[in-house]
Antibody, heavy 121, light 107 residues
Framework: EVQLVESEGGLVKPGGSLRVSCAASGFSFSSAWLNWVRQAPGKGLEWVGQIRSRVDGGSSDLAAPVKGRFTISRDDSKNMLYLHMSSLRTEDTGVYFC????????????WGQGTLVTVSS | DIQMTQSPSSLSASVGDTVTIPCRASQDIRDALGWFQQKPGKTPKRLIYHASSLQSGVPTRFSGSGSGTEFTLTISSLQPEDFATYYCLQYNTYPFTFGPGTKVDIK
């Protein structure tokens, strides 16, 4: 069974940094492309970024609002996905979800339960 | 960036109705489109990928169609547990983009 479990988020001051992680199990993590998606309070879903599998290059793509401030990384030895957030702004407040890929692999289409990140002074 | 539009933003329906939810892309995205269901306070759930393929475990009353720029999610014989918000996502071109969602509520 595919499982994705995000770490606890937290309250951060504007300009601060935070790392959230996502522990994966139940599938071949090293071959999976992985995503971060966020949802501001009362708003819709917003794609944050994606990281490719190592065999497919291991690079990442990020949405414009977070490019230069957020990075995505993975540790295939630990089945862990990370979202490193810096220069946080109040508009980054929301629930952050990790997910597997969007394609047709058996492990694609699954989401974690989400973690709340609040950016406020 | 590719813009995804979903109109209407909400619709009312009754149990047993057939509901169609449209999604339009601002550019050709071939069939790189997914549909997601989200209930209040819950994690989104993928229903459809590649525009028309049913996610494993999803009831067959859900179906997707379309390609290029016009897509539709159809729910046949709406059930009480189907009242939720539905989002489309294009994953043909970076940055990937979600539609704003269509909320299906009880008439």
């Amino acid at each position: 069974e595919v499982q994705l479990v995000e770490s606890e988020g937290g309250l951060v001051k504007p300009g601060g940094s935070l790392r959230v992680s996502c522990a994966a199990s139940g599938f071949s993590f090293s071959s999976a492309w992985l995503n971060w998606v966020r949802q501001a309070p009362g708003k819709g879903l917003e794609w944050v970024g994606q990281i490719r599998s190592r065999v497919d290059g291991g690079s990442s793509d990020l949405a414009a609002p977070v490019k230069g401030r957020f990075t995505i990384s993975r540790d295939d030895s630990k089945n862990m996905l990370y979202l490193h957030m810096s220069s946080l702004r109040t508009e980054d407040t929301g629930v952050y979800f990790c997910s597997t890929g969007w394609s047709a692999a058996a492990h694609d289409g699954y989401w974690g339960q989400g973690t709340l990140v609040t950016v406020s002074s | 960036d590719i813009q995804m539009t979903q109109s209407p933003s909400s619709l009312s329906a009754s149990v047993g109705d057939t509901v169609t939810i449209p999604c339009r892309a601002s550019q050709d995205i071939r069939d790189a489109l997914g549909w997601f269901q989200q209930k209040p306070g819950k994690t989104p759930k993928r229903l459809i990928y590649h525009a028309s393929s049913l996610q494993s475990g999803v009831p067959t009353r859900f179906s997707g169609s379309g390609s290029g720029t016009e897509f539709t999610l159809t729910i046949s014989s709406l059930q009480p547990e189907d009242f939720a918000t539905y989002y489309c996502l294009q994953y043909n071109t970076y940055p990937f983009t979600f539609g704003p969602g269509t909320k299906v509520d009880i008439k």
